[in-house]
């Protein structure tokens, strides 16, 4: 197993940056396909991004295309999510999860507590 702890969640404004990480414990962290997800009041959660173990390989939802950017260092154990020219909508709860397929489905195993992202217009 692993267990995972996300931390950097706060309130920007619209425009605005904010990096959230996630540090992972437990089973070697590097053989984790590793995702990003959201979920805001009263809607689903949904994936956002996802990286392969060693980083070489990315997905991102269509709506953060071009404006979030999924890392991860094997060394510290932690994969990061870069959230440039954030909007509103942006505002939600951001988890991390890991799994062993890379994939955009929102039913990963082991998943993190979560961080609140508020983005004010």
């Known amino acids: 197993q692993v267990q995972l702890v996300e931390s950097g969640g706060g309130l920007v404004q619209a425009g605005g940056s904010l990096r959230v990480s996630c540090a992972a414990s437990?089973?070697?962290?590097?053989?984790?396909?590793m995702g990003w997800f959201r979920q805001a009041p009263g809607k689903e959660r949904e994936f956002v991004a996802a990286i392969s173990w060693n980083g070489g390989s990315s997905l991102y939802a269509d709506s953060v295309k071009g404006r979030f950017t999924i890392s991860r260092d094997n060394v510290k154990n932690t994969v990061y999510l870069q959230m440039n020219s954030l909007k509103p909508e942006d505002t939600a709860i951001y988890y991390c999860?890991?799994?062993?397929?890379?994939?955009?489905?929102?039913?990963?195993?082991?998943w993190g507590q979560g961080t609140q992202v508020t983005v004010s217009s």
């Open positions: 999860a890991a799994d062993s397929i890379l994939s955009t489905r929102t039913n990963y195993p082991y």
């Open positions: 437990g089973r070697a962290f590097r053989s984790y396909v």
